[in-house]
């Protein structure tokens, strides 16, 4: 399982996260996704692999998927509620 470390909010919405033991990084308002897209990258990653977002000093994760699943989702607000849904390529 790959473990992806929630860090400080670095402002609004935003947080700090990093893949654990790895050199990958960032900021960004939904962590766990664009760690999965930063996961890709790396040379035989396993898209069915599960990865999990904790907080900093929790034992247990918050949010769980598969590298495949949540590199090919976003989070948007939708009526004050947030929602996963199929992301855009650009």
């Known amino acids: 399982m790959y473990r992806i470390e929630r860090g400080a909010e670095v402002s609004p919405g935003r947080w700090s996260w990093v893949v654990a033991g790895t050199d990958l990084r960032g900021v960004s308002h939904q962590p766990l996704l664009d760690a999965c897209r930063a996961i890709k990258t790396l040379d035989g990653y396993a898209g069915h692999q599960q990865t999990a977002i904790y907080r900093e000093g929790m034992t247990e994760w918050d949010v769980c998927c598969t590298v495949e699943a949540g590199s090919s989702l976003s989070v948007r607000e ?4 947030l929602t996963f849904l199929k992301r855009k390529l650009r």
């Open 78 to 81: 939708l009526d004050r509620r």
